[in-house]
């Protein structure tokens, strides 16, 4: 397929996915399911404002549809919490302005050499909007896992699990290629490629499970100082946090989960999520081990020792199939370890794409080179503030916006986003 018609499609694709998430009653589109949150209305909206700021306006060179509506769905004006207060466009008036917006784009693409300057090369801003549009979907889809109340969707049960044959692998010392130069979608954040150099690590082949973070929490760890940071462990005590968000216990003492608005047994072979940074920390910790570095995690990601190059998936360079990776909202939970061998590093790592959202140590920093592109809002204004790297993706995120070198970012106290983990340590004295 040329590069227009993916374009095309990938739009499509999007659009389908934001109708799916917004096809509700009007009630449940314009309330506040969270705090955290805006209302699903609002996401809508601004969808089709990013797009016709960016495809229409600026690529395209045409006229504001809706000069007047702008500062509405400017995300930096209005704190999510306050959005549900604001004026916005009704559903009715949301989904005729995205549809108005839409055509307007299209026609923008179809007369589009999508040469020219840096934003068009390649088709960079159709593709960032593509990404955007996903990305917000996955909010929404968070929105609808707050939302208390009976399911609104649905989908088939992920793949069965299998054993793996190891729990963590070795990864050997040495240089490898960290972020991109040449991926045509990467966002600024992710360039420019550069060589780290890293100390031997293990690193676990799969994401921490539930029964494993159940151990932890039964064996008394949310009560005990020694496995958390001193803001995480303040954090627990503040919330009264137990157990990671979204459980509760029968009298009987099983785990339950509320899942999409269904209330199920926790699935034990399952990656844990809904965790924060804090909760993955204090886990690592008490097993005798850390969290993986944002370089550790992306070399364990895309480091291939026999070619000595990186790739730009686990598997290879091909782009993620449904036998590769549990994406794009086609399940609606993680799948069982075990689940994606076709999806496997060269060193045996699995399910890094997809799943669950893993947390780094790392906090939220700038490559050496960065250059903010093609607005400082996207990445640059974040930088240095309290956020936690997050790689990989989850079951909610689609293929369009995820890559071996994709990075994601977030407060490290969050866990309504789908946030889990793997641990990793260090080689040294093996
Ligand atoms: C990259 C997921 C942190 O949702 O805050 C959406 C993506 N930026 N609209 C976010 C984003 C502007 C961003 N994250
Ligand atoms: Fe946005």
Redesign the pocket.
């Known amino acids: 397929m040329n590069l227009r018609d993916r374009l095309v499609a990938q739009l499509e694709t999007a659009r389908h996915r934001s109708s799916v998430l917004t096809a509700i009653d009007d009630t449940e589109l314009v309330a506040q399911h969270s705090p955290l949150m805006s209302p699903l209305v609002w996401d809508l909206a601004h969808i089709g404002s990013q797009e016709e700021l960016w495809l229409v306006r600026d690529v395209g060179g045409r006229e504001a549809l809706r000069p007047e509506i702008d500062g509405l769905y400017d995300?930096f004006q209005h704190s999510r919490a306050s959005r549900v207060a604001l004026p916005l466009l009704t559903p009715e008036e949301a989904r005729a302005y995205v549809a108005e917006v839409r055509e307007k784009s299209l026609d923008v693409l179809e007369r589009h050499p999508l040469t020219g300057r840096r934003l068009e090369e390649a088709g960079f801003a159709f593709g960032m909007i593509v990404q955007?549009e996903q990305?917000?979907d996955e909010?929404m889809l968070a929105t609808h896992q707050l939302r208390v109340g009976g399911p609104l969707l649905s989908a088939p049960p992920p793949p069965p699990g299998r054993a793996l044959p190891a729990r963590e692998v070795y990864v050997p010392a040495g240089e490898s290629v960290q972020g991109t130069s040449t991926e045509p979608w990467a966002l600024d954040n992710e360039r420019p490629a550069h060589t780290v150099s890293l100390p031997a690590y293990w690193i676990d082949t799969h994401p921490v499970t539930n029964a494993e973070f159940t151990a932890f929490v039964e064996a008394g760890g949310y009560r005990d100082p020694r496995w958390w940071s001193v803001v995480g462990f303040q954090h627990v005590l503040d919330e009264g946090l137990v157990a990671p968000r979204f459980w509760s216990r029968d009298s009987g003492g099983t785990w339950f989960r509320r899942r999409f608005g269904v209330v199920e047994p926790v699935p034990g072979d399952e990656p844990v999520m809904h965790v924060s940074f804090h909760e993955a920390e204090a886990y690592a910790r008490w097993v005798g081990k850390r969290l993986p570095t944002e370089a550790e995690w992306e070399k364990a990601a895309r480091w291939d020792p026999e070619a000595g190059r990186s790739r730009r998936f686990p598997w290879g360079d091909g782009d993620p199939t449904p036998e590769h990776a549990n994406l794009g909202q086609r399940h609606l939970q993680p799948a069982p370890v075990g689940a994606y061998p076709a999806g496997a590093s060269p060193l045996g790592v699995e399910q890094l794409i997809g799943d669950v959202w893993e947390w780094c140590s790392s906090g939220w920093e700038p490559y050496p080179g960065f250059e903010a592109f093609p607005y400082r809002e996207?990445s640059e204004v974040f930088f240095g503030g309290d956020y936690k790297v997050l790689r990989g993706g989850s079951f909610g995120t689609d293929a369009a916006a995820v890559r071996g070198t994709f990075r994601?970012?977030?407060h490290p106290i969050r866990r309504q986003i789908f946030s889990g983990f793997r641990c990793a340590r260090d080689a040294s004295g093996v």
Request: net charge negative; charged share 10%; hydrophobic share 20%.
């Open positions: 995300a955007h990305q917000h909010t996207y994601n970012w977030d």
